[in-house]
């Protein structure tokens, strides 16, 4: 792959797998582009490595995914079971330059998101905001496809019970 | 259990973000300039060994005459399907067509041609 053709990659690929970083961080834009970033730059120095078993963009999901990671453990953030200061978010939501429309909105997902646990929060994401399937999730994970399937039924479950709890309601 | 949940889906369709990304890439494009240019493995540049048992292969299969037995076996079945064929005839046929499919198995993995 050429360096155009990395760079093509990048803008396919620059909305879903920031977009989902910043969904995982709860809303942290810094934190998420900072991550996308040096996945980006680690799969384009790996690009040797790259076997070509999975989508390209699988793999730089799983680079992502490892990224954020090793950030959060490093930096030791306290995301995981934690609901966000509601106060924080909506501030750094604004400090963005969001309307406010679209920061109610995304405060609105990050606190639905807020009720799962860590591994169930990334799984849900691919799975319902990213369309990646139980496979894709497996390889960007490295959890089995069985117990995915159990974070999804669990992760469901408490997104139904608080989606039913804030009386949102599904509309066609 | 692989299927979506509509009011699950519908809420992460209407809270999707949608992300502009003119500086992320401009920046990140700057940013791949400090970088050096990745090594793509050449596995065809490893690959002698495979040139080299695969001539070797044939060198033999030709001087044993492994080649003209396969071809006194294996044409009966390809020119007439209604004299009785043996064992030794289909065998042919099969060691052929495996190593017609090997052969182009090897092209297309030695000019890449599937990339």
Known sequence: MSRSEFELFIKEQQEPLRRFLLNLSGGNHTLSDDVAQEAFIKAYLGLSTFQGRSKMSTWLFKIAYNCFYDVIRKNKFETENGLHDIEKLKSSLIDDGYSADESFKDQELYIALSHLKEQEKAIILLFYMEDKNIKEISAITGIEQNTIKSHLSRGRAHLKDYLTTIGYEYKR | ?115
């Open chain 2, 1 to 115: 259990m692989n299927t979506k949940d509509k009011k699950i889906n519908n809420f992460f369709d209407s809270h999707k973000q949608s992300i502009d990304g003119e500086d992320f890439n401009k920046k990140l494009s700057e940013l791949l300039n400090y970088y050096p240019k990745p090594v793509i493995k050449q596995r065809r540049a490893n690959s002698w060994i495979i040139h080299l048992f695969t001539l070797l292969g044939l060198i033999l299969f030709t001087f044993f005459g492994g080649a003209s037995l396969l071809f006194e076996y294996a044409i009966p079945v390809f020119v007439s399907y209604s004299t009785p064929h043996t064992i030794y005839n289909y065998s042919a046929v099969i060691i052929m067509l495996s190593m017609v499919a090997g052969m182009i198995l090897y092209i297309v993995k030695v000019f890449d041609l599937n990339s």
